[in-house]
């Protein structure tokens, strides 16, 4: 009788799988994870570039055009509303004598009434109604009732008075609730307008300078060179005066030693010394942040901003300022 056989491809169950079958699956297994590895990268969305600085510049300027007229009806709204208050105040100075005068006529009706209505007239009317003459009696009862009348003119006088003045009071206070509302909404919308372009001025490269009064300044790849350029920038306006070093006022040299002081270097109030402190540069070569020295005798100086700017102390009668290098004999740049 036959023995039955395993086809040949088959093992029976339990038996062991021999080293050449596991090498085809570990194969198998290698094929499929490197091509799931390529389908995901097929699927993987592509990396975006980050925005240049004038995509970024372009974002900032939008966002001050949508600020700038919110800063100007917040001005408007705030001066509205104070022109308000104050004849708010003003009406309610006028309000409170009034009310004092109504409250004083009001009890002097109240305790005539009072007495009349607790003890009835007083001796010396109960006397004149016993003993005068129809005449004069009659003659006092009309006086008496016109004291009376008077008495309830003079408080709806007052009460008139009051009722118009609350009346407008009343108006100025809900316009000034209004206003109020309107101002504290405009400085919300300005606040978040603010952030967002702080949130976009600090996405800015960090060899980018952004300062106010200066162009804005790339490829500033030394700390000690933004320093120094923040701070002459923020110098601009400042007057000339010969000798000084700042901080309210400068000569050329006072104000690239004053720059680069606060950035740690220290250099010497003399535009020759500040050229033999610092490294030879070739225009080609020159970046923002370096010194440039004026006519053959050195006797000006200025901070290079790039693209043939800087900011420089020019002369008496003007103030710190960026101008163009072409305008004055370049003699030669140098990087403290």
Same mark, same amino acid.
């Given at each position: 009788?036959?023995?039955?056989?395993?086809?040949?491809? /088959?093992?029976?169950?339990?038996?062991?799988?021999?080293?050449?079958?596991?090498?085809?699956?570990?194969? /198998?297994?290698?094929?499929?994870?490197?091509?799931?590895?390529?389908?995901?990268?097929?699927?993987?969305?592509?990396?975006?570039?980050?925005?240049?600085?004038?995509?970024?510049?372009?974002?900032?300027? $939008?966002?001050?055009?949508? @600020?700038?007229?919110?800063?100007?009806?917040?001005?408007?709204?705030?001066?509205?509303?104070?022109?308000?208050?104050?004849?708010?105040?003003?009406?309610?100075?006028?309000?409170?004598?009034?009310?004092?005068?109504?409250?004083?006529?009001?009890?002097?009706?109240?305790? @005539?009434?009072?007495?009349?209505?607790?003890?009835?007239?007083?001796?010396?009317?109960?006397?004149? @109604?016993?003993?005068? $003459?129809?005449?004069?009696?009659?003659?006092?009862?009309?006086? @008496?009732?016109?004291?009376?009348? /008077?008495? /309830?003119?003079?408080?709806?006088?007052?009460?008139?008075?009051?009722?118009?003045?609350?009346?407008?009071?009343?108006?100025?206070?809900?316009?000034?609730?209004?206003?109020?509302?309107?101002?504290?909404?405009?400085?919300?919308?300005?606040?978040?307008?603010?952030?967002?372009?702080?949130?976009?001025?600090?996405?800015?490269?960090?060899?980018?300078?952004?300062?106010?009064?200066?162009?804005?300044?790339?490829?500033?790849?030394?700390?000690?060179?933004?320093?120094?350029?923040?701070?002459?920038?923020?110098?601009?306006?400042?007057?000339?005066?010969?000798?000084?070093?700042?901080?309210?006022?400068?000569?050329?040299?006072?104000?690239?030693?004053?720059?680069?002081?606060?950035?740690?270097?220290?250099?010497?109030?003399?535009?020759?010394?500040?050229?033999?402190?610092?490294?030879?540069?070739?225009?080609?070569?020159?970046?923002?942040?370096?010194?440039?020295?004026?006519?053959?005798?050195?006797?000006?100086?200025?901070?290079?901003?790039?693209?043939?700017?800087?900011?420089?102390?020019?002369?008496?009668?003007?103030?710190?300022?960026?101008?163009?290098?072409?305008?004055?004999?370049?003699?030669?740049?140098?990087?403290?």
């Amino acid at each position: 009788m036959p023995v039955a056989t395993m086809p040949p491809h /088959r093992h029976a169950p339990g038996s062991p799988v021999r080293p050449g079958g596991l090498r085809r699956v570990a194969r /198998r297994l290698l094929v499929l994870v490197a091509a799931a590895a390529v389908g995901a990268g097929m699927l993987a969305a592509p990396a975006q570039a980050e925005p240049t600085v004038d995509e970024i510049e372009a974002q900032i300027d $939008k966002k001050w055009e949508q @600020l700038e007229p919110t800063i100007e009806q917040y001005n408007k709204v705030r001066a509205q509303l104070k022109v308000n208050r104050k004849k708010s105040a003003d009406l309610q100075k006028k309000i409170e004598p009034l009310a004092l005068q109504s409250e004083l006529a009001l009890n002097r009706v109240g305790d @005539l009434a009072s007495r009349y209505y607790m003890s009835g007239p007083s001796q010396e009317i109960g006397a004149l @109604l016993i003993s005068a $003459k129809p005449d004069t009696l009659t003659e006092q009862l009309t006086i @008496l009732d016109r004291l009376a009348a /008077r008495e /309830r003119k003079e408080v709806e006088g007052v009460l008139a008075v009051r009722a118009k003045y609350d009346g407008e009071k009343e108006k100025l206070d809900a316009l000034i609730a209004t206003q109020t509302k309107q101002q504290n909404d405009l400085a919300a919308k300005k606040k978040q307008i603010d952030a967002e372009i702080k949130k976009l001025e600090a996405s800015l490269p960090k060899t980018t300078v952004k300062t106010a009064g200066c162009p804005t300044i790339n490829g500033v790849v030394s700390e000690k060179a933004r320093i120094a350029i923040k701070t002459a920038c923020g110098k601009i306006g400042k007057p000339y005066v010969w000798g000084a070093t700042g901080p309210n006022s400068f000569d050329c040299s006072g104000l690239t030693q004053y720059a680069y002081k606060a950035a740690g270097v220290s250099l010497t109030h003399h535009t020759g010394n500040q050229w033999n402190e610092g490294k030879a540069i070739s225009r080609a070569d020159a970046r923002p942040g370096d010194l440039v020295f004026f006519f053959s005798d050195l006797h000006h100086v200025g901070l290079y901003l790039g693209n043939d700017q800087m900011v420089h102390a020019p002369r008496a009668g003007k103030p710190v300022q960026v101008a163009s290098i072409n305008h004055m004999p370049v003699a030669g740049f140098r990087r403290p």
